[in-house]
């Protein structure tokens, strides 16, 4: 159950765009849809931002997209905003009926 | 609307065991699965276990296999987390979180510190 490899941290200016990539294995991401990206302000609860690789629950901005290739997934957040700094953390399902998140990403707006 | 509370972290020594509860509301809870997430003072989030809807299966991360069970009684709406034989390497906020596929709403989490 290794966890999955996300950058330590991604910057942006407002406007631009960015992408966080989660990179796993054939056992998980590779494999299966049930790939999902958690926005985590400090002390505050994770909400879900994208689910099933690259759907968005109702109410999450349509600046945040999801996709997959191989064994990597990728959130990509357009048009950057302040409020958007935050940690971010990938999910998958894998291969032996569990869940295994990646290691977090810090998202840091200049 | 959908609310998850947690609840009966505290601080333990290491080797003594600690009930975790998760009270849901807003949503029929029988109908869906649900996970216990942690996440160790300013690390990342790390999945715990998780059970179906109807209890009837359970799957646990190796760190705590043999250690922790996870139960629901749907007729009290709860989900538990029993922990058994904790370590300090357990000390993490815990939430507890719905639906077995996407995690879609969770707790505040609570605390829970192992130390002697």
């Known amino acids: 159950q290794s966890a999955l490899t996300q950058p330590a941290s991604v910057s942006g200016s407002p406007g631009q765009s960015i992408t966080i990539s989660c990179t796993g294995t054939s056992s998980d991401v590779g494999d299966y849809n049930d790939v999902s990206w958690y926005q985590q302000y400090p002390g505050n609860a994770p909400k879900l931002m994208i689910y099933d690789v690259s759907n968005r629950p109702s109410g999450v901005s349509s600046r945040f997209s999801g996709s997959k290739s191989g064994n990597t997934a990728s959130l990509t957040i357009s048009g950057l905003q302040a409020e958007d700094e935050a940690d971010y953390y990938c999910?998958?399902?894998?291969?032996?009926?569990?869940?295994?998140f990646g290691g977090g990403t810090k998202l840091t707006v200049l | 609307q959908v609310q998850l509370v947690e609840s009966g972290g505290g601080v333990v020594q290491p080797g003594r065991s600690l009930r975790l509860s998760c009270a849901a509301s807003g949503f029929t809870f029988s109908n869906y699965g649900m996970h216990w997430v942690r996440q160790a003072p300013g690390k990342g989030l790390e999945w715990v276990a998780v059970i179906s809807d109807d209890g009837s299966n359970e799957y646990y991360a190796d760190s705590v296999k043999g250690r922790f069970t996870i139960s629901r009684d749907n007729s009290k709406n709860t989900l538990y987390l029993q922990m058994n034989s904790l370590r300090t390497e357990d000390t993490a906020v815990y939430y507890c979180?719905?639906?077995?596929?996407?995690?879609?709403?969770w707790g505040q989490g609570t605390l829970v510190t192992v130390s002697s």
């Open positions: 999910s998958s399902y894998t291969s032996s009926t569990t869940w295994v």
């Open positions: 979180a719905k639906d077995f596929h996407r995690l879609d709403c």
